[in-house]
């Protein structure tokens, strides 16, 4: 999970940051986005010169994601890879990012907490996810929806435990601003109705995007849009959904639940830190689209580097 910028930072790349997100937060309107985004890619590719051609099956994915803004795919891990993982992770320490920024082991979950993240250096170097985050079925299917080869701009593992407080914003129906952004998540654990699913309002991505962004109570939701879809799934279960969307997680109620979370984007998110961390596998993955994220022998962090084509 990535951490945000200080805003006490005076400095002229954190002002034109603060500024370029804003002025992405003043285009609100459906239409407009739309149009700002075709500017944007159409910019890339006049700097990369590069441009990459959907195949049809990758494009009818695509469209579906857009039509309701979130879409299961296959499974993508075994369930003896989930167990891998959960492995990895148990001797981890984890950080309460929405909290005190407490650290703590999964053998002692403080009491009351509802949410634990793992640090992007843990995370990097997990079994199997810088694997499924560079796959060729991954980075396609996000180039096909944002219209130019991604760039990952977060990846986190996030812990749902049961608890009576639910305070945290992911708790609550919530959506995020950014243009060309969207999310793939996997559940690591098996995740049914009661234990930290994701619920998402289909069609919200399509919306004017509010300028003051807020949170949604179930009640709003249930009144203005009916009934919100409720994705759950066994361990290895993956679904995309289209961030601009309304959506949450929902509590854990009987077991902690957790999921990996992959965000593909067409540009940094202006408000993010970032700060690659070192890669240990022997893996070597595209320096743009890992840029942001982790610094490899074969990988250089920012600033950015020109895109070059994704191994097939």
Same mark, same amino acid.
């Given at each position: 999970?990535?951490?945000?910028?200080?805003?006490?930072?005076?400095?002229?790349? *954190?002002?034109?940051?603060?500024?370029?997100?804003?002025?992405?937060?003043?285009?609100?309107?459906?239409?407009?986005?739309?149009?700002?985004?075709?500017?944007?890619?159409?910019?890339?590719?006049?700097?990369?010169?590069?441009?990459?051609?959907?195949?049809?099956?990758?494009?009818?994915?695509?469209?579906?994601?857009?039509?309701?803004?979130?879409?299961?795919?296959?499974?993508?891990?075994?369930?003896?890879?989930?167990? #891998?993982?959960?492995?990895?992770?148990?001797?981890?320490?984890?950080?309460?990012?929405?909290?005190?920024?407490?650290?703590?082991?999964?053998?002692?979950?403080?009491?009351?907490?509802?949410?634990?993240?793992?640090?992007?250096?843990?995370?990097? #170097?997990?079994?199997? +996810?810088?694997?499924?985050? #560079?796959?060729?079925?991954?980075?396609?299917?996000?180039?096909?929806?944002?219209?130019?080869?991604?760039?990952? *701009?977060?990846?986190?593992?996030?812990?749902?435990?049961?608890?009576?407080?639910?305070?945290?914003?992911?708790?609550?129906?919530?959506?995020?601003?950014?243009?060309?952004?969207?999310?793939?998540? +996997?559940?690591?654990?098996?995740?049914?109705?009661?234990?930290?699913?994701?619920?998402?309002?289909?069609?919200?991505?399509?919306?004017?995007?509010?300028?003051?962004?807020?949170?949604?109570?179930?009640?709003?939701?249930?009144?203005?849009?009916?009934?919100?879809?409720?994705?759950?799934?066994?361990?290895?279960?993956?679904?995309?959904?289209?961030?601009?969307?309304?959506?949450?997680?929902?509590?854990?109620?009987?077991?902690?639940?957790?999921?990996?979370?992959?965000?593909?984007?067409?540009?940094?998110?202006?408000?993010?830190?970032?700060?690659?961390?070192?890669?240990?596998?022997?893996?070597?993955?595209?320096?743009?689209? #890992?840029?942001?994220?982790?610094?490899?022998?074969?990988?250089?962090?920012?600033?950015?580097?020109?895109?070059?084509?994704?191994?097939?």
């Amino acid at each position: 999970m990535q951490r945000y910028m200080s805003f006490s930072d005076r400095s002229q790349l *954190t002002h034109l940051r603060r500024t370029a997100y804003y002025v992405q937060r003043a285009i609100a309107n459906h239409a407009l986005r739309e149009a700002a985004t075709h500017v944007l890619l159409q910019g890339l590719k006049l700097i990369y010169r590069e441009e990459r051609a959907a195949s049809h099956t990758r494009s009818c994915l695509a469209k579906n994601l857009r039509g309701a803004g979130h879409f299961r795919l296959d499974r993508a891990f075994t369930q003896e890879q989930c167990r #891998n993982i959960c492995s990895y992770l148990l001797e981890k320490r984890l950080v309460d990012y929405h909290g005190e920024h407490e650290s703590f082991l999964l053998s002692s979950v403080p009491a009351g907490l509802s949410i634990g993240s793992y640090p992007l250096d843990t995370v990097v #170097n997990c079994p199997h +996810v810088m694997e499924l985050a #560079n796959s060729p079925d991954f980075l396609n299917m996000a180039t096909d929806y944002l219209g130019f080869k991604p760039t990952l *701009t977060d990846l986190s593992l996030e812990w749902s435990f049961p608890t009576d407080r639910a305070s945290t914003s992911i708790r609550h129906f919530h959506r995020k601003p950014e243009l060309g952004t969207f999310e793939i998540l +996997v559940y690591i654990t098996n995740v049914d109705s009661q234990n930290g699913p994701y619920v998402y309002v289909p069609g919200s991505h399509l919306e004017r995007i509010p300028l003051h962004l807020r949170d949604y109570s179930d009640v709003e939701i249930a009144r203005n849009y009916g009934a919100a879809v409720v994705i759950t799934g066994p361990a290895g279960a993956a679904f995309a959904i289209d961030t601009k969307g309304i959506h949450k997680r929902a509590p854990s109620v009987d077991q902690p639940s957790l999921v990996l979370s992959i965000q593909y984007s067409l540009l940094p998110y202006f408000l993010d830190n970032y700060e690659p961390v070192a890669y240990y596998g022997n893996k070597h993955f595209d320096k743009y689209v #890992n840029r942001f994220l982790i610094f490899h022998s074969d990988v250089v962090p920012y600033p950015v580097q020109a895109p070059t084509t994704v191994d097939t």
